[in-house]
């Protein structure tokens, strides 16, 4: 008697092992391995040796007060909370929550800066979420206008990270003037 060989077939789209991700992330579950046909995907939350996450002590109490200004930039690090108004241009906002990176790497030069011209689908940002990157793409041709989050910053889904202005407007501006001096 021949054995009969049944071949189940998924399709994950970015969507579904996104919320993968999350599920494992609110669950008290610390490590997960699924295989669907090729698709194999282990994953562990905290170090994969087991042991407790390394914390670094709390900072010594000063004996005498100083008075020295808090640096601005710390809010700004552990809230990524977006603005109150809609932004104007064309918005490129997080498809998840994670940890906002203009570069590829740590002293790496950004991915875009303020006045870059992007086409659709460029990579302008990464979005980290558990030790995986996710890239952040133009959503149309167009000119960064505004950077509107720190780098290392915490985002939260659909927040606004930077906003656009679509081609039109940059090329108007660039070709009267340049026609006026040549």
């Known amino acids: 008697m021949q054995e009969e060989e049944t071949k189940l077939t998924y399709d994950l789209t970015y969507k579904d092992v996104i919320d993968i991700l999350k599920i494992i992330d609110d669950s008290t579950c610390r490590e997960l391995h699924l295989e669907l046909g090729d698709l194999k ?17 709390p900072a010594p109490v000063p004996t005498a007060a100083v008075e020295t200004p808090a640096p ?12 109150a108004a809609e932004p104007s241009g064309i918005p490129v906002r997080t498809p998840l929550s994670g940890t906002f990176y203009r570069a590829p790497a740590p002293g790496a030069k950004p991915f875009v800066e303020v ?5 659709e689908g460029e990579q302008v940002a990464i979005v980290e979420v558990m030790k995986l990157m996710n890239s952040i793409k133009a959503p149309e041709n167009g000119t960064i206008r505004e950077i ?11 927040q606004v990270l930077m906003t656009m202005d679509p081609p ?3 090329k108007k501006a660039g070709k009267s003037a340049g026609r006026k001096k040549g």
């Open 41 to 57: 995907l282990d994953l562990v939350k905290g170090p994969p040796d087991g042991s407790a996450p390394v914390t670094d002590p």
């Open 72 to 83: 601005e930039t710390v809010p700004e690090k552990t809230a990524g909370t977006p603005p």
């Open 115 to 119: 006045g870059s011209r992007v086409k």
């Open 148 to 158: 509107r989050v720190e780098n290392e910053t915490r985002v939260e889904m659909g």
């Open 168 to 170: 039109s407007e940059r």
